[in-house]
């Protein structure tokens, strides 16, 4: 709360219909962050979404958040529903949680419920083939890709880094002050592996996707704490986002890529909105060997650039289908080597006229990252 007495008051938790002692903790530690609105993360497979208030005007609760624990990814779903569930809980007599209950009965039961505040239905947010990739045109508030891409300090190379950092199934960590601009990045970077999400996608039984790329990659706003620790340590691969600068000081082994955000941003005077600061990208010296650059990348490279030059290139789209189109060329440059028993060796690339040695590897590498050895 706002005032220095309710720093010494107890959190006070009600919860339905249960969660794990870890993800209670967390949300416990993590129900506000400052600065921060509705914000979200992730541990054990479970995307918390969290939804802080302020004190209520009756001061009845310095402050209070609600907070929804789920396998689906969803965020403007989560933020939807928070809001209206919150909605029930301030306008209660006596702030009663089971007024949070009724609605979330009603959604379970009928898909949807309203209030004073407004409404809310499942179906507004099931997704269709048009919604499988979100990538939204972004408002004023927020990065665009070619915006992203330009703020990059080398903007082909350091872009290329990104995209083989991702084919080659390495971790990136995005070290930023924003977390709004943090999390339309990592929201940005699956699309240049878009050709995994299908791989990655199984419709639940109510239409939505609960496991597809974005779901499985992200992990947005981890800290140094030992449950994000122990669950990065889990996976191979990753793009985990954070504003904690102990994690990347006392952690420095559990990632590959580090994408450093300026805390300054510049002002675009032409609309009077704020420009992403500029981005610095770096490669950890034990992950040098696996994402050296070779021709591929360097061609890539000279491709973004005339992108990024072309002023009548303007849609985020097409940026981004300029390295979709590179990786489909590459997987079936793969595919057309696999041998007849069905599998891929270091000797089959080079008889296919391939004569570079970094670029044997590097196919190599992404062969055995697509799982085709």
């Not at 419920?113 to 499942?122: C, D, H």
């Not at 102990?246 to 955000?261: C, G, K, P, R």
């Not at 300054?264 to 650059?293: C, E, P, Y």
């Not at 189109?325 to 296919?352: H, Q, V």
Request: with cysteine.
């Amino acid at each position: 709360g706002p005032d220095s007495f309710s720093r010494f008051l107890p959190i006070c938790t009600w919860i339905y219909p249960s969660v794990s002692t870890d993800i209670k903790k967390v949300c416990e530690r993590k129900h506000t962050i400052s600065g921060c609105s509705f914000h979200l993360f992730k541990l054990n497979q479970f995307w918390i979404y969290i939804l802080p208030h302020a004190r209520p005007q009756d001061g009845v609760l310095p402050s209070f958040s609600l907070c929804a624990a789920t396998k689906e990814f969803n965020p403007e779903k989560f933020e939807a529903l928070l809001n209206v569930l919150s909605y029930q809980y301030i306008e209660s007599k006596y702030l009663d949680p089971t007024k949070i209950l009724e609605g979330y009965l009603s959604i379970a039961i009928t898909g949807k419920f309203s209030n004073r505040l407004g409404s809310f239905a499942i179906d507004t947010f099931k997704e269709t083939s048009d919604t499988k990739n979100p990538l939204k045109i972004p408002t004023q508030s927020q990065p665009s890709i070619r915006e992203f891409f330009q703020s990059c300090g080398n903007a082909g190379e350091d872009i290329v880094i990104i995209w083989n950092a991702l084919m080659l199934k390495k971790r990136i960590l995005v070290v930023h002050f924003s977390q709004t601009d943090a999390f339309q990045i990592l929201k940005y970077l699956p699309l240049l592996i878009f050709h995994r999400n299908e791989n990655n996608s199984h419709s639940s039984a109510d239409g939505t996707h609960s496991s597809n790329l974005w779901s499985t990659l992200l992990h947005p706003n981890v800290t140094n704490d030992e449950e994000f620790i122990v669950d990065l340590q889990s996976k191979k691969c990753f793009v985990a986002s954070t504003s904690d600068r102990t994690l990347l000081s006392q952690h420095a082994e559990l990632f590959d890529v580090i994408i450093q955000m300026n805390e300054n941003k510049v002002v675009d005077n032409t609309d009077n909105t704020d420009v992403m600061g500029n981005i610095v990208i770096n490669v950890s010296r034990f992950a040098t060997t696996d994402l050296n650059l070779c021709s591929v990348h360097l061609e890539l490279i000279h491709n973004i650039q005339e992108a990024l030059q072309n002023v009548n290139l303007s849609n985020d789209a097409e940026l981004i289908k300029i390295m979709q189109d590179k990786t489909i060329l590459i997987l079936k440059r793969l595919k057309s080597i696999i041998s007849e028993n069905g599998i891929i060796t270091k000797e089959l690339i080079a008889a296919n006229d391939v004569d570079d040695k970094s670029l044997q590897h590097w196919l190599y590498k992404v062969a055995m990252s697509e799982n085709l050895i």
